[in-house]
């Protein structure tokens, strides 16, 4: 069963939400993760990699938008609306409104949350979905 932490932001920005998911990121790809980042679409995905390449002066986190082909560099994170391909299941953040398919085959789930009502009630589904798998959950509150 994988690890879960769920991360709740006291802020609705979705920048805020997105650059807390960067320093999150660049910290497992440092740490050689190359984790799989799921969203629930297409501009999400743009918005994410547009911050991947500027949040911070000096960081580097090679990544790409996953369009169901396998990339040909493994050593990245990806970014996508659909189930983490083989090879990037093993940390899953989830910043989607919905329940990562195959989350019990990863090692590690992170669920990050805004103080949005909307985002915290799927949020809520999720973490008792989670519970009655028997799953110890973290949350951290930021």
């Known amino acids: 069963m994988p690890e879960v932490t769920f991360y709740v932001l006291g802020t609705e920005s979705l ?4 650059f807390f998911a960067c320093r999150l990121i660049e910290k497992a790809y440092r740490n050689n993760q190359f984790c ?3 969203l629930d679409s297409p501009e999400q995905c743009q918005r994410l990699d547009d911050m991947l390449w500027t949040f911070r002066a000096g960081s580097f986190i090679p990544h790409q938008i996953f ?10 994170v990806l970014l996508g609306t659909v189930n983490a391909p083989e ?6 953040f989830n ?3 919905q329940l990562p398919q195959r ?6 789930v992170l669920e990050i949350l ?4 909307t985002k915290k009630i799927a949020g809520r589904q999720r973490y008792r979905t989670y519970q009655q ?10």
């Open 133 to 142: 798998a028997g799953i110890e959950i973290v949350t951290h509150k930021i």
């Open 67 to 76: 369009t169901d082909t396998l990339p040909e560099v493994t050593s990245q």
């Open 114 to 117: 805004d103080n949005n009502e």
């Open 15 to 18: 920048y805020e939400r997105y």
């Open 36 to 38: 799989y980042v799921l």
């Open 95 to 97: 910043l989607s409104s």
């Open 87 to 92: 090879g990037w299941q093993n940390v899953v």
């Open 103 to 108: 989350w019990q085959q990863t090692t590690r």
